[in-house]
Antibody
Framework: QVQLQESGPGLVKPSETLSLTCSVS????????WSWIRQPPGKGLEWIGY???????NYNPSLRSRVTVSVDTSKSQFSLRLSSVTAADTAVYYC????????????WGQGTLVTVSS | QSVLTQPPSVSAAPGQKVTISCSGS????????VSWYQQLPGTAPKLLIF???KRHSGIPDRFSGSKSGTSATLGITGLQTGDEADYYC???????????FGGGTKLTVL
């Protein structure tokens, strides 16, 4: 069974960098897209970006200047860095596995709430 | 403001059928596959439908998807109280070069 688990600080100060890691088990990294998606409290889903197993990335244009997604296949992990955060970045952050394409997500982590506050 | 438009809420009685619409444009739904997700309260989204009308593994045939032009529809028959959740549509937007989602629809089973 494929499992994804997000980890990282639950509280980040404004202007600092949010860093999260997603640990994957039960699936090979090869031939899949791996995405980050967030959901502000009480609101809808927002795709942040993906990384293909080869290292190719694509980011949401609204966040592109602040986002970096990287992968460490040896550890079966991929990571998110979001710089210069503000209160608007407060959200539950999910990591997800792409299913056949980059825009369909068949397995999700449980999500982790990141609050931006001083 | 989401790129894809969904009704904020729908409701129906147990055993009945409900449909949830998702409206977009030629840059997204009109030229790409649509997927649907169910998000039960306090949990991560779960894939229901991909490529417009294909049910993901383990999804009962009470759930169906369709697409016509720049709109897509999720149908749920034989409603159960356990179906109460938020439902999201998603697709690729070629103009934005991004995955886009609808704003979500809250289903209430009365």
């Amino acid at each position: 069974q494929v499992q994804l688990q997000e980890s990282g600080p639950g509280l980040v100060k404004p202007s600092e960098t949010l860093s999260l890691t997603c640990s994957v088990s039960g699936a090979s990294f090869n031939n899949y897209y791996w995405s980050w998606i967030r959901q502000p409290p009480g609101k809808g889903l927002e795709w942040i970006g993906y990384i293909y197993y080869s290292g190719t990335t694509n980011y949401n244009p609204s966040l592109r200047s602040r986002v970096t997604v990287s992968v460490d296949t040896s550890k079966s992990q991929f990571s998110l860095r979001l710089s210069s955060v503000t209160a608007a970045d407060t959200a539950v952050y999910y990591c997800a596995k792409g299913y056949s394409t980059s825009s369909v997500f068949d397995f999700w982590g449980q999500g982790t709430l990141v609050t931006v506050s001083s | 403001q989401s790129v894809l438009t969904q009704p904020p809420s729908v409701s129906a009685a147990p055993g009945q059928k409900v449909t949830i619409s998702c409206s977009g444009s030629s840059s997204n739904i009109g030229n790409n596959y649509v997927s649907w997700y169910q998000q039960l309260p306090g949990t991560a989204p779960k894939l229901l439908i991909f490529e417009n009308n294909k049910r993901h593994s383990g999804i009962p045939d009470r759930f169906s998807g369709s697409k016509s032009g720049t709109s897509a529809t999720l149908g749920i028959t034989g409603l159960q109280t356990g179906d109460e959740a938020d439902y999201y549509c998603g697709t690729w937007d070629g103009s934005l070069s991004a995955v886009v989602f609808g704003g979500g629809t809250k289903l209430t089973v009365l």
